[in-house]
């Protein structure tokens, strides 16, 4: 598919979709489930070796977002925000996980009550391409929103972040 027709239609999806501003995940997630009238729980897991980096689980009654605890918080809201893009779109199973990976994630669920579960492996496919691009689009849009944490230098490494900023913000001039 074209990017740019795919750029489009994520824009256009989520017009509809309210992002909270200051944008913060689980609140996002929240009223996301209550439009949806179903619950998004967000669950931090070890997820097994060989698994997607993360997976979403649907059933009748609600839907599971489970993403690495060992990763950087940008890197789960990312992971979380791809799941999220399966619900957006109403995508069908797809990559699928193995039974040991279900049973870890949702030891007490029935497996035949598990109406969907996607992982996310890769992003090849149609769908994964969606999934994938509203994360970006929804992360792009809110980080638009939010301040950037101030940052402190130790006082050792300021000469070289002075010129590293001096060369960056001014290319081309010798120093």
Known sequence: MNLRLLRAECLAKLNDVELPAPFELTDFCE????RR??????RPVALPEGSPSGVLVSTAAADYVFYPANT????QEH????EVGHLLWDHAA???VGEDTFRRLLPALDLPAVQCILGRAGCTGLEEQQ???TATLILGKVAAWSPAAPR???AS????IGRLRQTLEHPGHGH
């Open 72 to 75: 950087t918080p940008l890197h």
């Open 31 to 34: 009223r996301l489930g209550h």
């Open 79 to 82: 992971i979380v925000l791809h």
């Open 37 to 42: 009238q179903r619950p998004i729980h967000l």
């Open 131 to 133: 999934a994938e691009l």
């Open 157 to 160: 490494h300021a000469a070289t």
């Open 94 to 96: 797809g990559h699928t």
């Open 152 to 154: 402190t230098v130790p």
